[in-house]
């Protein structure tokens, strides 16, 4: 149907004259196989001519064409006898027949009469296509006698006037000009020019002689390209021969060199082995050049840096203790003070480093201690107030660290995995450690010291391991944490957080696990709405709640092992759940809570109690949904 939309659009006038040309070209060639002769035998020049200039239609139009002429050529008798008047009346009758039949619902009738229809605007069309292609042969025709006898002429000068330059042009426009001579050639044999198809094939055969003398000068020019190529390419090949041979001589000569060389280092480290060297104040001068020197190597000699040796060096920047393989203690305040130290290469064998040797190094920003395999101890303060200080590498021989080791540094992340041996935390480890946000802890960590975590505002979420038995008062005061995991077990359960500071307070305490915890007497700052005490509980004192806010809670939850419980007003809003058979305290409790549900079993006992004591509060039965929340 797409192609009867194009049909009609060409009868419509809306198509381009080559289309038109194309279509008649197709029906033309259709009607070549047709036995009728009488047909357009007027018109065969002009056929003949159009057929020449048209192009080829696509498959698909050249097959409905095809099968219109064969429909046609059946009515071509009294179709061909109609004038274009009659036929366009007859098209209309069709179109009005068609919709008719197509109202009724007759498919039958609305295909024939569509058929016909079709063969009506078939015939139309080649009755205009046949018109227009016979205006346009004739002015062609027309032109073409018009121009012939100055076209010749033209390309003949055009020739002559070439002929000369031939030589000068290049082989692609030869090439260009013999092509086109060879289309006017045809040109010119399909007018019947003899005499001009004669005069374009001499030109022809001059320019086809050119084009053969340029290529074989091409041919000529490759041949001598390749052979400087060829050329070129062993002289480089043996230049690069050369060149390796002389490589190889050069490296064998300083394999040789470093040999000697290494030779002459071993025998001197030998020799400086054998006369160990303490680092002391004095040396360390010479060492730095009176503390000009940045960059510092220590000699295999050493044994031992003495307390103060760099002390307060402004201007080291770089110490390299690798080849000190003697080394094993870095004394007190030895490095102290050196504020531009930035890289420090420590020896595999160093056992210990003193207390504050590395103290106030302000542009120190990463301690690689992995490599040393006995590092046994870190002093106290041996990094603190390293402000650049961001990464520290542990290594697991790591058995004691001291007070305020990495105090007031700018760790992020660090990791005692590998520490096995290390089992306690000492007081203020990291303190002030403002970027610390996660701690991967030693795996048999028991200790950890009292404010080892203080003031750490980047530390949100902490969750101890369960070998960790101790932990020190305020050991997390004034961090801003979300949520805490205590271990199970615990035995005492300190200060956790700095007193009225609410942005310090923990939103969430889990001490699920605590299993170890009999009394708690330590104040808990708990931002939380619900708390809950572990199995194990059985004493409660007031100053747990001393800094909560009033009416903080909702919920509060008592184990069965709790005997005597001391609230405050933080607990006004709260409904107590207790678990337990009996409470010494119970009127209190009552009176300073919203509601205390009791097991259904206990509840009578608990309500003469509450009778007997005259308790003014609501007592309930917990409801079902609560009652196994401590079952295991």
Known sequence: MGLFKKLFSILQGDSE???????????????????????????????????KTSQEPIREQKEFYTNEIENSDKESVNLEELSLEELEEMQKKLEVDGKEARRRGDKKAEEKLHSEWQNVRYTIWKRQSEKKAEKGAVEKSQKTNSQQPNSHSTQIEDSDKKEVNLEELSLEELEKMQEKLFVDIQKARLREDKEAEKEMYSEWRKVRSAVWIKEREKKAKEETVAKEKAEEAAAKEKAEEEAAAKAKAEEEAAAKAKAEEEAAAKAKAEEEAANPTLVDSEIANQLTDGGKKKNVILPVSVCEIAPNAFYDNKTLERIDMTSCNKLTIIGEFAFAGCENLTNIIFPENIEEIGGTAFSNCEALASVDLSNCKKLDKIGESAFNWCPSLEEVLLPESLSSIGKSAFCGCKIRNIDFSACKLLSKFPDNLFNMCKSLEEVVWPPHLKEIGDVAFSDCESLRRVELPDSVEVLGEQVFSGCKLKSLSLPKNIKKLPVLTVALRAEAQIKSLDMSRCKNLKVLTAPITCSSKTIVFPIGVEEIETAVFKYNKPGQFESIFLPPTIKEVELNNSADEANVYCYAPELENVKEIIEKCACLLVLPQYYDSYYDQA?????????????????YFYDE
Do not use: F, M, Y
């Open 17 to 51: 004259e080559k289309d038109i040309e194309n279509l008649s070209g197709t029906s033309n060639s259709q009607e070549t196989n047709c036995s009728e002769e009488k047909k357009h035998q007027a018109k065969s020049k002009v056929k003949k001519e159009v057929s």
């Open 611 to 627: 009778v007997a004591e005259g308790a003014e509060g609501c007592l309930d039965k917990i409801p079902e949904d609560k009652l």
